[in-house]
């Protein structure tokens, strides 16, 4: 059984609705401006997504760097063996022990989830589903059930307006202006927690999500609760605009220093050959002057006398 068509006709969530009523395995492949996304169901539970292209952010590797599981050159390492010995990237990070098992399961299903819950909100495009057979491994590979994905998704798309209301960029950087005390942390959960720890006045929205290891929206709304309660406030973006300034002109400074003694040590060398090179042709002039004077002198001296000898006769001879 396969199907296709447009979406402004068949919305995503109906299309996933279908599948899971009538417990389809197969491939789902949405195109949108993004390129085109890849689903895969395994009896009408979510199994696997993979990003388009055209979206490097959610792609498994970028996402477990963003969110400190792994270093970008654990990343290219991985990347390079994962060509020669053809598995998977997730069992050649665990093979070579950067990240534990758990750690790759709970980002996997985090990037399939908000994948998913991204494509819900995609409007425009063509979709088509091709049932066949897909590769899934029993008790290793995890499923997603459908059902929640669509109430989790359609409960987003009502709150979003409310939170961006709230914080509307996620360029936006926070900081924290209220201390909770221990009763008041010992009723949030670790996650909610952690969150509270990335705002240092420096991070934007962004970087606290990825840095989260939680769902774009569950990470924006918890901020927003912060907000709200007074627990963080938005810095002021001219004044984070200025401190960004300062520092660029710090950082330009030294190398701009470095130039300017680099080259006035140029110039000083330059000047002291030079004045060197000028004194020892003074000198060398001087000397051959005085020594071909002194030769001209000695030379010409027998011509003077016999020019005033012949000078006294003339004198003697007038009358």
């Not at 401190?243 to 040590?265: F, N, Q, S, T």
Request: proline share 3%; glycine share 6%; aromatic share 8%.
């Amino acid at each position: 059984m396969s199907f296709e068509g447009s979406l402004e006709s068949f919305a995503i969530a109906e299309i996933f609705q279908l599948i899971a009523t009538q417990a389809k395995t197969g491939v789902l492949e949405i195109s949108s401006e993004d390129g085109v996304s890849v689903v895969r169901f395994v009896k009408g539970d979510l199994f696997d997504a993979m990003p388009a292209k055209k979206a490097p952010d959610d792609f498994i590797g970028t996402m477990l760097v963003k969110a400190g599981y792994i270093t970008p050159k654990q990343l290219e390492y991985a990347l390079s063996m994962q060509e020669k010995n053809l598995r998977r990237l997730g069992d050649t990070l665990i093979r070579m022990g950067a990240i534990r098992t758990s750690e790759f399961q709970n980002i996997l299903t985090l990037q399939r989830r908000e994948l998913a819950f991204r494509l819900l909100r995609t409007k425009r495009g063509n979709y088509k589903f091709t049932q066949m057979e897909v590769d899934f491994e029993e008790g290793v590979d995890t499923l997603i059930n459908v059902s929640a994905i669509l109430m989790e998704g359609s409960r987003q798309i009502d709150e979003w307006p409310g939170v961006f209301a709230r914080i509307p960029s996620d360029k936006l950087i926070l900081r924290k202006v209220k201390s909770l005390s221990e009763d008041e942390r010992a009723e949030l959960g670790e996650e909610i927690l952690r969150i509270l720890g990335l705002v240092d006045g420096e991070r934007t929205v962004r970087e606290i999500i990825n840095r989260s290891r939680m769902g774009e929206f569950d990470a924006w709304d918890t901020l927003a609760r912060f907000y709200d309660d007074g627990v963080i406030d938005i810095v002021r973006q001219d004044k984070v605009k200025k401190e960004r300034i300062r520092r660029r002109r710090r950082k330009a400074l030294v190398p701009g220093r470095l130039k300017d003694l680099v080259a006035a040590a140029i110039l000083t060398v330059c000047a002291l050959s030079l004045l060197s090179y000028t004194s020892e042709w003074k000198i060398w002039t001087t000397l051959d002057y005085h020594k071909l004077w002194g030769d001209a002198v000695r030379q010409y001296a027998p011509l003077e006398e016999r020019a005033q000898r012949w000078g006294e006769r003339r004198n003697t001879e007038l009358p």
